[in-house]
């Protein structure tokens, strides 16, 4: 998907949590999130991930299969609708990642979507608040 340029665009980064919490119907979300995916139809958004998130995404829905919280055949309805959403997938500068990683002691995979909203000087949608507040200071 191309980057949208407008200058009035809110531009978020998204992580699985914040994801899930969308796609899967027994999940718990935050106002934030809910407001979002609610207006996501009428406002002007750009959504950025990691590659990793593809992987995360498809994790979690396998996971859930095997746990009986959905069938096969809704997980793969939900990984469609998942793919068919206008997110913008970016590599992320490793290096970097792992000096957040290391100097935060956060996961790698944390540090990805921490390093990439710093990077696009976005918002991270996410249900994790020690990222939240680490990306306030």
Request: charged content about 25%.
């Amino acid at each position: 998907m191309a980057e949208n340029t407008k200058l009035n665009t809110v531009r978020f980064v998204i992580d699985t949590s914040a994801l899930i919490s969308f796609l899967l119907p027994d999940e718990i979300s935050n106002q934030k999130i809910k407001e979002v995916f609610n207006s996501f139809a009428t406002e002007d958004y750009t959504f950025y991930a990691p590659h990793l998130l593809i992987y995360e995404v498809a994790n979690v829905l396998k996971t859930a299969v095997v746990r009986g919280r959905v069938n096969a055949k809704d997980a793969k309805v939900i990984f469609e609708k998942f793919l068919n959403l206008p997110i913008i997938f970016l590599k992320v500068d490793y290096a970097k990642a792992l000096e957040l990683s290391l100097k935060y002691n956060l996961t790698f995979y944390d540090a990805s979507y921490m390093q990439l909203a710093i990077q696009k000087k976005a918002d991270l949608l996410t249900l994790d608040k020690r990222l939240t507040n680490l990306l306030k200071t």
